[in-house]
């Protein structure tokens, strides 16, 4: 088991050990989290590296990560626990099949730990012999307030009750990541329990080292054309701006196809990779997409 950072350059260290290239803002509260036991609450664009950044956690401490995906509609049954009804209906069918039943022992027997299913929540609190899991419950914002208002008691005090069980704690408090894609504002309440940090979306010198590590087969060359050129594009008028994510994506796709550097063909043929949404994609095409790619070229000859 890995030990926690002792220092913010640990924690910098550490993330880019696991191929995360972190700058020292997010370092610094990364290292803070993990010194004061807090949960670390992420927001910013879709595609920005939020998910890796936890990943990249436990991967490089060694420890077990556990992801809860959120989504509308989600409940206790598939986030915390649910008991197995199907084991529970043939316990008692045996044991009426067997004659005389003792009620209370039968009851007791039904809501222990044999027919308790746990759910990422409750698995975070288990105790693990290679050190607490990072715990990473992903696009909060996705779920209904009335879940964001249960995770106040595991965020709180780390600890689940259960009705017919009690209340189960953390033997080790875990790494809890948050994420948020800010398609609705979080409650300040779950807010307070955590530490904060805005992802936004890296400068090129960042980028075109996330890319070197990322996607080593891409060409120096080409890389950094694909850097400026995404950089160049996040400053128009797109419904959705390209994240880090599908610029990795498209360094890839542009790898298979052989490319060692950008021309306008290239581009327009593979917006698709890039964009997301048919609107900003026709508006990129054609002489858009050169007027972006000569401009981007050119403040990165002016800036070499």
Same mark, same amino acid.
């Given at each position: 088991?890995?030990?926690?950072?002792?220092?913010?350059?640990? =924690?910098?260290? !550490?993330? %880019? &050990?696991? /191929?995360? $290239?972190?700058?020292?803002? +997010?370092?610094?509260? #990364? @290292?803070?989290?993990?010194?004061?036991?807090?949960?670390?609450?992420?927001?910013?664009?879709?595609?920005?590296?939020?998910?890796?950044?936890?990943?990249?956690?436990?991967?490089?401490?060694?420890?077990?990560?556990?992801?809860?995906?959120?989504?509308?509609?989600?409940?206790?049954?598939?986030?915390?626990?649910?008991?197995?009804?199907?084991?529970?209906?043939? =316990?008692?069918? !045996?044991? %009426? &099949?067997? /004659?005389? $039943?003792?009620?209370?022992? +039968?009851?007791?027997? #039904? @809501?222990?730990?044999?027919?308790?299913?746990?759910?990422?929540?409750?698995?975070?609190?288990?105790?693990?012999?290679?050190?607490?899991?990072?715990?990473?419950?992903?696009?909060?914002?996705?779920?209904?307030?009335?879940?964001?208002?249960?995770?106040?008691?595991?965020?709180?005090?780390?600890?689940?009750?259960?009705?017919?069980?009690?209340?189960?704690?953390? =033997?080790?408090?875990?790494?809890?990541?948050?994420?948020?894609?800010?398609?609705?504002?979080?409650?300040?309440? #779950?807010?307070?329990?955590?530490?904060?940090?805005?992802?936004?979306?890296?400068?090129?010198?960042?980028?075109?080292?996330?890319?070197?590590?990322?996607?080593?087969?891409?060409?120096?060359?080409?890389?950094?054309?694909?850097?400026?050129?995404?950089?160049?594009?996040?400053?128009?008028?797109?419904?959705?701006?390209?994240?880090?994510?599908?610029?990795?994506?498209? =360094?890839?796709?542009?790898?298979?196809?052989?490319?060692?550097?950008?021309?306008?063909?290239?581009?327009?043929?593979?917006?698709?990779?890039?964009?997301?949404?048919?609107?900003?994609?026709?508006?990129?095409?054609?002489?858009?997409?050169?007027?972006?790619?000569?401009?981007?070229?050119?403040?990165?000859?002016?800036?070499?």
């Amino acid at each position: 088991m890995t030990a926690l950072p002792a220092f913010i350059d640990d =924690a910098l260290a !550490l993330l %880019e &050990a696991a /191929g995360y $290239v972190a700058d020292r803002p +997010l370092a610094t509260v #990364l @290292f803070l989290a993990l010194r004061m036991g807090r949960p670390l609450f992420l927001e910013g664009e879709a595609g920005v590296g939020k998910t890796e950044i936890a990943k990249a956690l436990s991967a490089a401490l060694s420890r077990r990560l556990i992801r809860l995906q959120c989504y509308e509609g989600l409940d206790l049954a598939a986030a915390v626990y649910e008991w197995n009804y199907v084991g529970q209906m043939m =316990a008692i069918r !045996l044991a %009426e &099949a067997g /004659g005389a $039943v003792d009620r209370e022992r +039968l009851e007791a027997e #039904l @809501f222990s730990e044999r027919y308790l299913i746990r759910r990422p929540l409750l698995q975070a609190l288990e105790p693990d012999p290679d050190g607490a899991p990072v715990l990473l419950v992903d696009e909060l914002d996705r779920a209904d307030e009335a879940f964001e208002a249960f995770l106040l008691e595991v965020l709180s005090d780390f600890q689940i009750t259960i009705p017919e069980f009690g209340t189960v704690k953390a =033997a080790a408090t875990p790494i809890v990541i948050l994420t948020s894609n800010r398609t609705r504002e979080i409650h300040d309440a #779950l807010k307070r329990r955590c530490l904060y940090h805005w992802v936004d979306y890296p400068d090129a010198a960042r980028e075109l080292a996330i890319l070197r590590a990322r996607a080593p087969d891409a060409p120096e060359q080409l890389s950094r054309q694909i850097v400026a050129f995404v950089q160049a594009i996040r400053r128009e008028d797109l419904f959705k701006a390209p994240g880090v994510a599908e610029t990795l994506d498209w =360094a890839s796709a542009l790898v298979e196809l052989d490319a060692v550097a950008l021309d306008p063909a290239l581009v327009s043929d593979t917006l698709g990779v890039l964009l997301k949404y048919q609107d900003d994609i026709q508006a990129m095409q054609g002489g858009k997409a050169r007027q972006v790619l000569d401009g981007a070229l050119s403040e990165m000859r002016s800036t070499a």
